[in-house]
């Protein structure tokens, strides 16, 4: 997959949800990405899908925040999330464990 901008990869979400693994589970995901290719995007998980819209959640049990080259850059591997987090350019507050879940979930 080209990656050209982060809207691409939020799009191909939900085609990417194995809703198997999800099960039971229900959360809202919170991601605000800087920079002219990202934007705000919201992931709610709940009743075997996931739905991805444009803009912020009200209640997210999680939030992601990154710049638009490091999150590209992840998803097409060539940066370590866990190097961007342990140096400041990926940060995530509320439920981690949400966070991790999502990362399973999402087939490659």
Do not use: H, Y
């Not at 290719?37 to 998980?45: A, E, P, Q, R, W």
């Amino acid at each position: 997959m080209n990656i050209e901008n982060c809207k691409q990869i939020f799009d191909e979400l939900p085609n990417r949800f194995n809703s198997a693994t999800a099960g039971d589970w229900k959360t809202i995901i919170q991601f605000n990405i800087s920079g002219d290719k990202g934007g705000n995007f919201t992931v709610n998980i709940g009743d075997g899908k996931c739905e991805v819209t444009q803009g912020t959640a009200d209640k997210a049990s999680a939030t992601i925040t990154t710049s638009d080259a490091t999150w590209m850059g992840i998803i097409s591997g060539t940066v370590n999330p866990m190097t961007a987090f342990t140096l400041g350019q990926l940060k995530v507050s509320g439920n981690i464990g949400d966070v991790m879940k999502l990362q399973n979930i999402i087939k490659a």
